[in-house]
């Protein structure tokens, strides 16, 4: 991964290396701020690289490629190696990413990686602006609806949505994508 370019190309290749790693019994999925990367192409950019899947399954792999677990002040684990700059977070989710959405499959130089579905990336920024207020969460959602609108699953959104119960951000989020922008003179 020595020579990847930038943090989509990084997000995507570590995806790819520790599905195979991991193994074909095991579907692991970037997740997160991590999957916003990969779909703003570098618009965003998340600190840490957010998994989900089998959680003794990556550790093992993590630990074998030289990672180290560490606890922040709220007891959450990451997993570090500080000669890469690489942290990654293993998320907790039952039931994996989403309930049935369907993860972006992308082919790398080293195979393979599933990136979570647009829609339940979306959502998941719906419900933690919701939750603690950061407002890079909302624009985050805005940008990603307004860049794949024609493209989204929009039943499953709608039902993603009311079973997170962020109704109300979700009609902030259109209202603001609907909205036209000002011109600054």
């Known amino acids: ?29 970037i997740a997160g701020g991590s999957a916003a990367t990969v779909y703003t192409g570098g618009g965003y950019i998340s600190g840490d ?8 399954l990556i550790e093992a792999v993590l630990k074998r490629w030289g990672f180290v677990p560490e606890a922040d002040t709220d007891g959450r684990v990451y ?8 942290f990654v977070d293993i998320l907790h989710r039952t039931g994996g990413p989403g309930r049935g959405g369907r993860p972006l499959v992308l082919r790398t130089r080293y195979g393979p990686v599933r990136i979570s579905a ?12 919701s939750r603690d207020g950061h407002p890079e969460l909302l624009v985050q959602a805005v940008d990603l609806y307004k860049s794949r609108r024609d493209r989204l699953d929009l039943e499953y959104l709608l039902a993603e949505v009311r079973y997170e119960r962020v109704e109300q951000a979700f009609d902030e989020m259109r209202r603001l994508a609907d909205s036209p922008r000002r011109r600054r003179d």
Do not use: H, N
């Open 1 to 29: 991964m020595a020579s990847v370019a930038g943090p989509t190309d990084k997000i995507e290749s570590f995806g790819a290396l520790l599905s195979r790693d991991v193994g074909a019994r095991a579907r692991v999925v």
């Open 79 to 86: 997993w570090s190696r500080d000669d890469l700059g690489l």
């Open 118 to 129: 647009v829609e339940d990336v979306i959502v998941r920024r719906l419900v933690f602006w």
């Open 49 to 56: 690289i957010d998994v989900v899947g089998p959680r003794p």
